[in-house]
């Protein structure tokens, strides 16, 4: 981007984007959210646009684009649908991964099946046990021959049951971080199952469910990376996953800010539209003043992950911690303007409010982004 804004590129993106939520997602969004459908039909569709291949390379079948491009379609798709697009960041994170690290081999084998999305894949590091603690996971791969044989559980996977690829995080070696290495996992592998579809506050549109492998066997070959490299590339695809989520809940928040617009414009009381109150109007100036910094601050950072500069965890931490911050309180107070409206499905505020929420957790807790940025600050 130029120093501050979008490149006649950059908006040519997001206004594609913007169209193609427009057509096939906003429409829809409603229903998948009550009737809890997977839009496969609808994801397989934005992989056309090179949307399933943001940031994968040319030469593997990508679209090459920075991480910045990709949280422009990630905002955008959200103004739809959040869970959705949530969902179709997470395959680009496990597809760039495997461009990224995986062998020629692997690339071969995956990618082109990745990029159009005809297999979905999914990105595993959480188990019951280490959330937040990631580096203490006890997924275990033990090598034979020219195999690992890989037992344990991955909580909360996306796509769990559904995707045909699983990025596994897993114990090759020795207790912490260094003793990590990356699987590639085909839901078809003796000895893989899934839990029931977990019973979510939101994220309706996209199935979330256990990933369980019994003793299966997987080739050396499908190593993403080298041996005990897993949690480093885990950490690296996260910098660009916490900015697609921060991005999803920009244009979440975005959709009930005008929401709200339309709305106070139209609702009187005490003989007036609720817009003329000068309350309503600070309420509107903070929401919108707050996204737009938000948004700064995650355009920033985007920048210096595509750039690989020094300091790009931090900041790709910081942009995450107050875009999804900022996410939920702006879809707050949209829903207190709409008043009981608001709490009703027949308006979309509460689809959002639910979906938003859940952002302050993933990829990294809040929490945990505060503690990236304050440990690299007391590095310097």
Known sequence: MTQFDLTDDQREIQELARRFTA?????FAAEWDEKHIFPRDTIRAAAELGFAA???????????????EAALIMEAMAYGCPST???????????????????????ARYLPKL???????????????????????????VRDGDHFVVTGTKQF?????????YLVMCRTGEDGPKGISCLAIEKDMPGVSFGANERKLGWHSQPTAQVILEEVRVPVGNLVGGEGEGFRIAMMGLDGGRLNIGACSLGGAQRCLDEAIGYVKDRKQFGQAIADFQNTQFMLADMATELEAARALLYVAAAKVTANAPDKTR??????????????????DALQLHGGY???MDYPIERFWRDLRVHSILE???QVMRMIVGRDLLRQ
């Open 364 to 366: 990294g807790t809040n």
């Open 23 to 27: 057509d096939t997602i906003t429409p």
């Open 115 to 141: 990029v159009g999305m005809e297999w979905i894949a999914s990105y595993c590091l959480t188990e019951p046990s280490s959330g937040s603690d990631a580096a203490a996971l006890k997924t275990k791969a």
């Open 315 to 332: 900041f790709a931490a910081m942009a995450k911690r107050l875009a999804t911050d900022t996410g939920s309180k702006v879809v707050n």
């Open 54 to 68: 943001i940031y994968v390379s040319e030469e593997s079948g990508g679209i090459g684009l920075g991480r910045l």
């Open 157 to 165: 996977i996306s796509g769990g049951g559904e995707n045909e690829l």
């Open 85 to 107: 697009s949530a969902f179709i960041s997470i395959h680009n994170m496990a597809a760039w991964m495997i461009d990224r690290f995986g062998s020629a081999t692997l690339k």
């Open 342 to 344: 608001g709490y009703l």
